[in-house]
């Protein structure tokens, strides 16, 4: 382990979560880190008990990579899920800043450097970015997350939250947190995305800015966990993956996340409109209410009044549409 060389400059601790990975592409992320610009970094890195992958490879495979600072490296008792890992790494990193990443994606060498120095100068809590899009094989596809996610937009400034509660602009790899507000985050919220979560808790305390610059290349494969449409096989599994889970995440906001009055409502709202959004998929009523908070999100709002009526087949055949960024 390589000593931390005094610089004067925060300390950004860059928090990865690692399971079953593809080594290659594993090796092209941590080398990537290791050629970052930023001067002063620490690697955590924990494996959540890959059982084909054995953690001695991983082990190897980051000594190899990691040569110009320092790192540690772990194995989780148990397998936590994503979000269990990263809050696990939340809690035991040190550090003014963190960057969360994946085990397959690409930073740009400077990507550590342009965001330490954004939310330093501008007082935010988080900083973001766009990617390009990148394949399997490493080929870029894209030059923008928002090529290929037609309803990603990117917003900056205070008072953001309410616009966090259904949808996400902050992509997990391209964040920069200060670590205190991501250690007073926890715990997560169990049905949102770790990054989704950290993103509404800043967002409700403070600035969060979106910067238009790709800093990472961003690899989009079958295995995505945030795929568009990711489990949705048929109307049942619709309803669990994006009805159900939208239900859970309003209720357990509700009754957990600490915020401000004008929040606490539209959160209530919120709860109103995904159990109308439930009772209308199982024809059950709630077309009403549905409609009437429809701003929450107006295409599965509208678009479920008509989809619960149609048969699987030509159910999936939307749900292909979806995927390929035509609806």
């Not at 290659?24 to 084909?52: F, G, H, V």
């Not at 397998?79 to 809050?87: H, K, M, R, V």
């Not at 209530?268 to 929450?296: C, I, M, P, S």
């Amino acid at each position: 382990m390589n000593g931390c060389m005094k610089t004067g400059k925060p300390q950004i601790s860059v928090l990865m979560a690692v399971y079953e990975p593809r080594m290659d592409w594993l090796k092209e992320q941590l080398l990537s880190l290791n050629a970052q610009t930023y001067p002063n970094l620490k690697l955590y890195i924990r494996d959540d008990c890959s059982p084909a992958v054995p953690f001695e490879e991983i082990q190897s495979c980051v000594q190899d990579c990691i040569r110009a600072f320092p790192y540690e490296i772990r194995r989780n008792e148990e397998n936590l899920g994503s979000n269990g890992t990263f809050e696990r790494l939340t809690q035991e990193a040190e550090g003014d800043c963190f960057a969360y990443c994946d085990q397959d994606d690409v930073w740009l060498p400077e990507k550590l450097e342009v965001l330490e120095k954004t939310i330093t100068g501008s007082g935010a809590l988080l900083v973001c970015s766009d990617m390009h899009i990148i394949d399997s094989n490493g080929d870029q596809t894209a030059d923008s997350i928002t090529k290929v996610r037609r309803h990603h937009k990117f917003m900056s400034g205070k008072g953001l939250a309410k616009d966090l509660l259904v949808s996400n602009f902050v992509t997990g790899c391209t964040m920069l947190v200060q670590a205190a507000m991501a250690k007073a985050a926890i715990p997560f919220c169990p049905y949102m995305v770790h990054d989704h979560y950290i993103a509404l808790w800043c967002a409700e305390r403070g600035e969060v800015i979106s910067l238009p610059q790709q800093l990472v290349n961003y690899r989009l494969h079958a295995g995505n966990q945030t795929n568009l449409m990711a489990g949705v096989k048929d109307k049942a599994s619709y309803g669990k993956v994006r009805i159900d889970l939208m239900l859970a995440r309003m209720q357990w906001l509700k009754d957990y996340f600490p915020c401000s009055k004008e929040l606490k409502q539209t959160i209530n709202d919120a709860l109103v409109w995904a159990r109308a959004r439930k009772q209308n998929w199982e024809h059950h009523g709630g077309t009403r209410l549905v409609w009437k908070y429809r701003r929450f999100s107006i295409l599965p709002s509208v678009s479920e009044m008509v989809l619960k009526y149609v048969p699987d087949s030509l159910f999936m055949k939307t749900i292909q549409l979806a995927r390929k960024n035509y609806i």
